[in-house]
C-alpha cells in the first residue's frame, strides 16, 4: 500500500485527503509516482469522468503508466520529469476556463509545485484536490541560501547548494512549495547530530 | 498593555455632512450627494463599502447602510442611491420625502464587507435592480486600474433601469442589460462556462438571484472563494417580545416595528454593530437564557450556531416566546 | 520637541544606546509581574505626550540609524521586500497614510504638499525632496511600500482581506523576530503564526483574527510583543540565523548587563482605505538590561516574569539557554516589594531598590 498516515502538526503543515470526482466540464490529473494509484482509484468511482480528463504524468522509474493510458483519458501525457511537464502544465492551465478541477497526487514535491502553477493561474488553493502516494521525502528550502534540495529523507541533512546542515521544520510554503529548513549547528558549530530518517 | 485605555464605542467612526444634491432617477430611486460639514476631503474609500446613514425623524434615529457608488477617487463627495420602499421600515421612504438639500446628516466612515478580489484576471458583475449601487463605483475604481469587467444588469423595465443608459453608452461593449418585460434574461450558464481562469463573479440584487448565482456557479464546479455578494437585509417586523439584558441590568421591550439591536439603543445599551444587516457579525450577542423560538434572519451564524440557541444577531433577527436572556 | 538623532550602529561594533529620553518612553511590555499571551488589543488613537504610543508612526533618536541599518540589510538580501501583484494599491495606502501622519504629527521634519496627484514629499531628516505623481509607480524610485518604508522605522506586513481571512501579502521585513518573509508571503493568518507553540491551542489566533478582520477606517488598533535579543541587533533575521546565532553563547555575567536586550514590538493596525487591506506596522524597541533596571519597577518585574515563564514560551522567544544567567543577573535588582499596576517607571512614586 503506497498510503502514509502523517502525523498531526502546525497549520502551515499541508494536509492532503483522497480524491473524490466534482461536477465540472473538464479535468486534470497531475501525478507522479505511486500517485497514478490514487487516480486509477478515482476513475473507478466514475465512468463518465476519463472523457473529460487530461493526465499529466510522471512515471519516476514505476510502471503505471499503461494503466493509466488504458482508462483513455481525452489526452495523456508521459512526462519524464516535472521540469520537462511544466511548460505543458502553464499552456493547459493558461487555456482552461473556470469549472476546471484540478486533481494532484503523488509526492509532496509533485503536489506542491502543480499547486502553486494552478494557484497561480487562479484556482483557489482549497479548491484543488489531493492525494498523497508513495514516497514521504520532502522538499525544502533552504532558509539561508534559497536553495532548494529535492527528495530529503533525513533530519538533519545537508543543503544540496550551500553546504550548511539544516534541520527539517514542518512550517510549509505554497508560494515555494518547500518545507523550511534552519540551520541546526548556528549556535554550537560543528555539533551536528546524526541524521535520522523523517518520521522515524 | 493600557497606555490609555479607551472603550470602542459602537458602530464605525462618524462624519458630520451636508445634502449636497438631491437628485430623482426615476419613479422608485433618488440619488442623495453629500459633502462634509467641515470643507475637508471624505477618507478614501474602496469599491464595494458602504456607510451607514444616520436619520434624524422625529425623536426617532434610523440608521440605515447604504453602497457608497460615487467615483472613490473623488473625495469631494460620497454618494448613495435610494430605492424607495413603500411597504419597508421607513427610512427609504424618510431619505425621499424628508431630505432636501442643505439638511445636515451624519455618515458613518466606510465599511467594506464586498471588496474586490484585487487578485482577479477578471471580473463579472451581475446586477438586478437597485444592486447596481456598489457596481457603479467598482466599475469607476477599475476603469481607473486598467481592470478587465463585464456587467450584467438585470432590471425590471427601461424605466426603472437605474443608471443602465448612462452605463450602456459608457461602456457599449462591457455593458450588457436585461429587461424583464421584454422577457430578457442572464444567460448564466453560457456565461460561468465561458470564463478564464481566475475570474471572479460578484452579485448584488434580490436574494433569489443571489441564491441562483450561487447555485448555478456551485453546479459549474466554480468555487466558493470566486463567487462574491452582498446583500443587506432590512430588519422585518414582527411581534412584540421582552428581552433581559443581564450586564446592563435592564429588562426591555422589542416593538413591533424596530430590532432588537434597535430597541436597546433606544433604552441607552451601547451595542456594537456595523452593517445592521446580518453580514458583518458585529452585534453578535450570547443567549444566557431562552425560552421560546428564536426568529434568525442573518447570513453571520452557521446553521449550527441558529440551531444551538446560544447566539443572535440583534440587527436582523427576533424571538417569539416566554423568556429571553442576553448578555448585554 | 526636537530630536537628537544618534549615529550609532546596530551590528559590528554595535554602537546603539538609548539616552535617558528613550529609557524613560521605553514601551515596556509587562503590566503585572508575570506574562502569558493575550489578544491584549487597544485603539491606537494617542498615548501621554512624548510616549511611543502618542503619534501614529513614533520618531525616535534611532530613526536615521535605523534607515541606514535597513538599506544596508536591502542592498544585501532585496527579498526582504516584496508585493505580490495584486498588493501595489496597498502600497499606494501605505505610503499615503504615513506622509499623512508624518506630516501631520511632526510638520517640523516632514512636509506634504498635494495638488491633485501631483505630491510633493519632503523629509528633512534624510534630506529627500521628492515629486512624484501619486498611484504612478513610474514616477518613484521603486515601488510605494518600498519607497514609503525605507523612511519608516519599524517592519511592515500589509495584509489582504479575502474570504474572512487576512493574507500576508506585501511586506518589508528588516527587524524582524526570527522570520522570514520571503519564505511566509502568501500564507493566511494561521499558516504564518503555525510555528508559535501554545497560543494556537489557547485559542488566541482565532480570537485575533476576529478582531483583526473587523478593524475599521479611522479606528487603529495596537498591542505589544516581546523577545530577548543577544547584542542590539536588528535584523535578527532566519535567512542569517547562521551568521548571528553564535552571538547568543557570548553571554557572560560580566557582560549580561550591556549585551542583553529586551526586545519589544509595538504592533499597530490600520485598515486601508482604497485597498481594504490591512497595515500591520511591527516597530521594534531595544533596551539593555542595564538600562532597564535603572527603572526599579521594572528591574523588579522583569526578574519576576522571566522567573515564571513557560518553558516553551522561554524556548520560542530563544533564550531558555540563558534564562540561568539572566537570572542571576536581574535578581540583584529584585529585592521582593511589590510593584505598582501597569507599565508605566512611576520613578516619583515607586521606592528605589531596598538592597
Redesign the interface.
Same mark, same amino acid.
Given at each position: 500500500m503506497s498510503k502514509f498516515q502523517f502525523p498531526e502538526s502546525i497549520a502551515s503543515r499541508p494536509v492532503y485527503g483522497t480524491l473524490e470526482p466534482?461536477?465540472?466540464?473538464a479535468h486534470l490529473m497531475i501525478a507522479d509516482a505511486e500517485g497514478a494509484e490514487a487516480i486509477l482509484d478515482l476513475a473507478a468511482q466514475d465512468a463518465g469522468l476519463m472523457a473529460k480528463t487530461h493526465i499529466i504524468y510522471i512515471p519516476k522509474g514505476t510502471d503505471f503508466a499503461e494503466a493509466l493510458r488504458a482508462l483513455e483519458p481525452a489526452q495523456f501525457y508521459e512526462g519524464p520529469s516535472y521540469a520537462a511537464s511544466v511548460q505543458r502544465i502553464r499552456k493547459v492551465?493558461?487555456d %482552461?476556463?473556470?469549472?476546471?478541477?484540478v486533481y494532484l497526487a503523488g509526492t509532496e514535491g509533485l503536489m506542491g509545485q502543480a499547486m502553486n502553477e494552478a494557484v497561480s %493561474?487562479?484556482?483557489?488553493a482549497? %479548491?484543488i484536490q489531493t492525494e498523497h502516494r508513495g514516497s514521504i521525502a520532502r522538499r525544502m528550502q533552504c532558509v539561508h541560501c534559497k536553495g532548494i534540495t529535492e527528495d530529503v529523507t533525513t533530519d538533519p541533512f545537508v543543503c544540496s547548494h550551500c553546504g550548511l546542515n539544516l534541520f527539517v521544520r514542518d512550517h510549509y510554503s505554497r508560494r515555494l512549495a518547500a518545507f523550511q529548513g534552519v540551520c541546526i549547528d548556528a549556535e554550537d558549530p560543528g555539533n551536528v547530530p546524526a541524521p535520522v530518517e523523517l518520521y522515524k | 498593555?493600557?497606555?490609555?485605555?479607551?472603550k470602542?464605542k459602537a458602530g464605525?467612526?462618524k462624519i458630520a455632512v451636508t445634502v449636497s444634491a438631491v437628485v430623482p432617477l426615476n419613479d422608485l430611486v433618488t440619488r442623495f450627494e453629500f459633502t462634509r460639514t467641515d470643507g475637508a476631503d471624505f477618507?478614501?474609500?474602496?469599491a464595494?463599502?458602504h456607510t451607514v446613514v444616520e436619520m434624524r425623524d422625529g425623536d426617532r434615529t434610523r440608521l440605515n447602510p447604504y453602497s457608497l457608488m460615487s467615483d472613490?477617487a473623488d473625495r469631494s463627495i460620497y454618494a448613495i442611491s435610494v430605492r424607495r420602499d413603500d411597504q419597508g421600515r421607513g427610512g427609504s421612504l424618510f431619505m425621499h420625502t424628508n431630505v432636501k438639500v442643505g439638511d445636515q446628516m451624519t455618515l458613518t466612515?466606510?465599511?467594506?464587507l464586498f471588496?474586490l478580489?484585487?487578485?482577479?484576471?477578471k471580473h463579472v458583475f451581475f446586477a438586478g435592480g437597485i444592486g447596481i449601487t456598489p457596481f457603479k463605483a467598482m466599475i469607476a475604481q477599475l476603469e *481607473?486600474?486598467n481592470g478587465n469587467w463585464e456587467l450584467h444588469y438585470a432590471c425590471r423595465t427601461p424605466a426603472l433601469g437605474t443608471y443602465a443608459d448612462e452605463l450602456a453608452e459608457k461602456y457599449a461593449n462591457k455593458v450588457h442589460i436585461y429587461y424583464d418585460d421584454q422577457s430578457q434574461a442572464i444567460p448564466l450558464e453560457d456565461l460561468?462556462?465561458? *470564463?478564464?481562469?481566475?475570474?471572479h463573479i460578484y452579485v448584488c440584487g434580490p436574494a433569489g438571484m443571489i441564491d441562483w448565482v450561487h447555485a448555478t456557479a456551485t453546479?459549474?464546479?466554480?468555487?466558493s472563494?470566486?463567487v462574491h455578494s452582498e446583500e443587506f437585509l432590512a430588519p422585518q417586523p414582527g411581534k412584540p417580545f421582552e428581552v433581559r439584558l443581564c450586564q446592563s441590568d435592564i429588562t426591555i421591550q422589542v416593538g413591533e416595528h424596530e430590532s432588537l439591536l434597535e430597541a436597546m439603543e433606544r433604552c441607552g445599551v451601547d451595542a456594537p454593530f456595523?452593517c445592521r444587516g446580518g453580514a458583518?457579525?458585529?452585534c453578535e450577542t450570547d443567549v444566557v437564557e431562552a425560552d421560546g423560538e428564536f426568529v434568525h434572519r442573518d447570513h453571520w451564524l452557521d446553521d449550527e450556531d441558529h440551531a444551538s440557541g446560544k447566539k443572535i444577531m440583534p440587527c436582523v433577527s427576533r424571538f417569539i416566546g416566554k423568556t429571553l436572556v442576553l448578555d448585554r | 520637541m526636537t530630536i537628537q538623532f544618534n549615529n550609532e550602529t546596530f551590528r559590528d561594533d554595535y554602537s546603539f544606546r538609548n539616552s535617558d529620553w528613550a529609557i524613560k518612553r521605553f @514601551?515596556f511590555?509587562f503590566?503585572e509581574d508575570s506574562y502569558m499571551y493575550s489578544v491584549?488589543m487597544?485603539?491606537h488613537?494617542?498615548? @501621554?505626550e512624548g510616549?511611543v504610543?502618542e503619534k501614529r508612526f513614533d520618531v525616535d533618536e534611532h530613526y536615521l540609524s535605523e534607515m541606514r541599518d535597513r538599506a544596508l540589510v536591502l542592498a544585501d538580501d532585496p527579498l526582504r521586500c516584496q508585493s505580490?501583484?495584486?498588493?501595489t494599491?496597498a502600497g499606494w495606502?501605505t505610503l499615503?497614510l504615513i506622509m499623512v501622519s508624518k506630516s501631520e504629527d511632526y510638520p517640523d521634519l516632514f512636509e506634504l504638499h498635494r495638488d491633485g496627484n501631483r505630491w510633493r514629499w519632503v523629509n528633512k531628516p534624510m534630506g529627500i525632496d521628492q515629486t512624484f505623481t501619486f498611484?504612478d509607480e513610474t514616477t518613484l524610485p521603486c515601488g510605494p511600500l518600498e519607497y514609503i518604508t525605507r523612511q519608516t522605522q519599524g517592519d511592515f506586513a500589509v495584509l489582504?482581506?479575502?474570504?474572512e481571512m487576512l493574507w500576508m501579502d506585501a511586506g518589508m521585513v528588516t527587524t524582524q523576530a526570527d522570520w522570514s518573509l520571503d519564505f511566509d508571503i502568501g500564507m493566511n493568518f494561521f499558516e504564518w503564526h503555525a510555528p508559535v507553540p501554545l497560543a494556537h491551542e489557547m485559542g488566541i489566533f482565532k480570537r485575533a483574527l476576529?478582531f483583526l478582520l473587523?478593524v475599521?477606517?479611522?479606528?487603529p488598533a495596537?498591542?505589544?510583543n516581546w523577545t530577548m535579543t543577544v547584542n542590539p541587533l536588528l535584523d535578527t533575521s532566519p535567512e542569517n540565523y547562521h551568521k548571528w546565532g553564535i552571538q547568543k553563547t557570548t553571554l557572560t555575567p560580566e557582560n549580561i548587563g550591556a549585551k542583553q536586550h529586551l526586545r519589544v514590538e509595538l504592533q499597530t493596525f490600520f485598515r486601508l482605505?482604497?485597498?481594504?487591506a490591512l497595515l500591520f506596522p511591527i516597530r521594534c524597541y531595544l533596551i539593555a538590561f542595564q538600562d532597564i533596571v535603572t527603572v526599579p519597577k521594572w528591574g523588579r518585574r522583569l526578574h519576576r516574569v522571566v522567573r515564571d515563564l513557560p518553558e516553551e514560551l522561554a524556548t520560542y522567544k530563544g533564550f531558555i539557554a540563558n534564562r540561568p544567567m539572566m537570572l542571576d543577573y536581574l535578581g540583584q535588582y529584585d529585592d521582593g516589594l511589590p510593584t505598582s499596576p501597569?507599565?508605566w517607571p512611576d520613578l516619583g512614586t515607586e521606592p528605589p531598590l531596598q538592597k
Open positions: 466534482r461536477p465540472g466540464k492551465l493558461g %482552461a476556463h473556470m469549472g476546471l478541477q %493561474a487562479g484556482i483557489p482549497s %479548491a | 498593555m493600557s497606555a490609555a485605555p479607551q470602542a464605525a467612526e477618507p478614501p474609500f474602496s464595494g463599502a472613490p466612515y466606510p465599511v467594506n471588496p478580489d484585487l487578485r482577479a484576471k *481607473q486600474s460561468l462556462d465561458g *470564463q478564464p481562469l481566475g475570474t453546479a459549474h464546479g466554480w468555487p472563494e470566486n456595523l458583518c457579525g458585529q | @514601551p511590555p503590566h491584549n487597544e485603539q488613537r494617542g498615548g @501621554p510616549s504610543y505580490l501583484p495584486h498588493m494599491l495606502d499615503e498611484l489582504d482581506q479575502r474570504d476576529k473587523n475599521q477606517q479611522g479606528a495596537r498591542r505589544l482605505p482604497r485597498s481594504n501597569g507599565v
